[in-house]
């Protein structure tokens, strides 16, 4: 298995050593980890060196951050830093309800897209409330290598994304959402990853969530799917590596 999104910059993860320890006991084989403020770099750069080719990174912009300063800096580390993919960058609008601030969104997530073509690179896409816009403004800038990420949208709208050849990541959330439930239903495997979104979106609610919950994720969709675990496993690490060209 590959975590393709947590956030093990997050200041909660404060017994990283333990957690990376139980991740590889799972049977992780990688954890791709994603920064989403500047400030953050400096941490996920000793995460990488303590962890060499076990955690990868990926440099992406909160959306509801909105400063041009600030995404200025994320232009840069994106040039400058050895990442594997940029995200998780795009729209919120379940905390952004502002139309002007919304606008701002949409300038940054489309010239994040910008940077992923032109750098060849995996785009991770957040859109909360907001998956049916991310993805019209995908489309129309001819994004290529999209990983929608814990996609809360219609699964009609993500039936449609992956005949353009767009992924999307299941988050371990998935052992209760019966939303997520009914998007891993409707789409096909070669087209999921597996991701947990850590600290966030743990299969137990109320919980800290750290790679090592992958499983559940993973368990659920064998459920629902009517795959083994193994051949879950085996399919969707392999989309994942077809997607960051491992
Ligand atoms: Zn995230």
Do not use: W
């Amino acid at each position: 298995m590959i975590d393709v999104h947590a956030h093990l910059t997050d200041s909660c993860f404060t017994d990283i050593d333990e957690v990376i320890k139980r991740a590889k006991n799972v049977g992780i084989e990688c954890i791709i980890t994603s920064i989403i403020d500047p400030l953050e770099i400096k941490r996920a750069k000793e995460i990488i060196s303590l962890y060499p080719n076990y955690v990868y990174l990926t440099i992406g912009f909160d959306p509801t951050l909105l400063s041009e300063e600030k995404f200025s800096q994320f232009e840069k580390l994106v040039k400058e830093e050895n990442i594997i993919g940029i995200g998780e960058v795009g729209l919120d609008f379940y905390y952004i309800r502002d139309s002007s601030q919304r606008e701002i969104q949409e300038k940054f997530f489309r010239r994040s897209i910008h940077l992923a073509l032109e750098r060849e690179l995996p785009i991770i896409v957040h859109s909360r409330s907001a998956g049916r816009k991310a993805l019209e403004i995908l489309y129309f800038e001819g994004a290529k290598k999209v990983i929608m990420h814990a996609f809360d949208g219609k699964s009609s709208d993500a039936k449609k994304a992956i005949e353009k050849g767009f992924y999307f990541s299941i988050p371990t959330s998935v052992v209760y959402s019966q939303q997520k439930q009914k998007l891993v239903r409707n789409l096909s495997i070669e087209f999921l990853l597996l991701e947990t979104d850590s600290p966030v979106l743990s299969p137990i609610r109320g919980l800290r969530n750290e790679p090592a919950n992958l499983i559940y994720a993973l368990k659920k969709i064998s459920e629902i799917k009517k795959i083994s675990e193994k051949e879950v496993d085996r399919i969707t690490t392999e989309n994942t590596k077809k997607i960051f060209n491992f």
